[in-house]
């Protein structure tokens, strides 16, 4: 094992360095976008977590990956704004945007369906069309607003432009805080996820999809929260 990360470093950094990392945190469950602001070892002592064969893990995974780094593999800590905006367009905006809609049909007819049953469905179904409208009102304003000051201060880097992208960043970074809090409150909802003795197909794949979506979603979050906004907020993760 290299050694590599000490424990100390804030776990959004850690990903920004490592994408890698963001898989086992998940399974962990240790947010690495909204709450990316904190060290590894504050982290596991919130997860109730051992830290030392956590940090194990992690410098394991770290060897093994630059045994298989891909050379000419994007680090998006160098990406331009161009480069950044549109992976982060192409790949997180659109799948939201498919997602969204079939997601709140299956979350419907699983409540509609097994309410009765399973009485936390009420609460899962509210929560999630909560975030769905965040979400919907969120892209548009990174598209339309945000993306557009972002690319303009890239060209052009004069500090009016990036008071003016770092005043929306703020804003943004509340929504996202929101949705990180519902995207927890489904999973304590749903037991993480568990799905009932006898569940249907329609219940697996409704829970399947919430996972999805929330993997995804942490993906979207940290390369905003600790990637792009710090480059005109000045608060990278460190």
């Known amino acids: 094992m290299s050694g590599y990360f000490t424990g100390e470093e804030q776990v959004g950094a850690i990903v920004t ?13 240790i947010d690495f976008c909204c709450g990316g602001d904190i060290t590894l070892r504050e982290a596991a002592e919130d997860q109730e977590l051992a830290f030392e064969p956590l940090l194990e893990k992690l410098n394991d995974s770290y060897d093994q990956a630059q045994l298989r780094a891909v050379p000419g593999e994007t680090d998006w800590r160098r990406a331009s ?45 509210r929560r999630f069309h909560e975030m769905k409208m965040e979400l919907d009102e969120h892209l548009i304003a990174e ?14 880097p004069t500090e009016d432009r990036r008071m ?35 569940a249907c197909k329609t219940y697996q794949l409704t829970y399947h999809k919430l996972q999805e979506l929330e993997s995804d979603l942490f993906e979207h979050i940290h390369l905003e929260n600790n990637i792009l906004f710090p480059r005109v907020s000045g608060a990278c993760a460190s």
């Open 17 to 29: 360095a490592f994408p890698g990392a963001s898989n086992l945190f998940k399974k962990v469950q």
């Open 81 to 125: 704004y161009p480069q950044l905006i549109n992976h982060i367009v192409n790949r997180h905006h659109k799948f939201l945007q498919a997602e969204l809609p079939v997601l709140s049909e299956f979350v419907t007819k699983v409540y509609r369906v097994h309410g009765s049953r399973q009485p936390e469905l009420a609460e899962v179904y």
């Open 143 to 156: 598209e339309e607003l945000l993306f557009p000051l972002l690319l303009a201060y890239g060209e052009n």
């Open 164 to 198: 003016r992208a770092a005043a929306r960043v703020d804003e943004l970074e509340s929504d996202h805080r929101s949705v990180g809090d519902i995207l927890r409150e489904l999973r304590e909802l749903t037991s993480d996820y568990t799905l009932p003795e006898g």
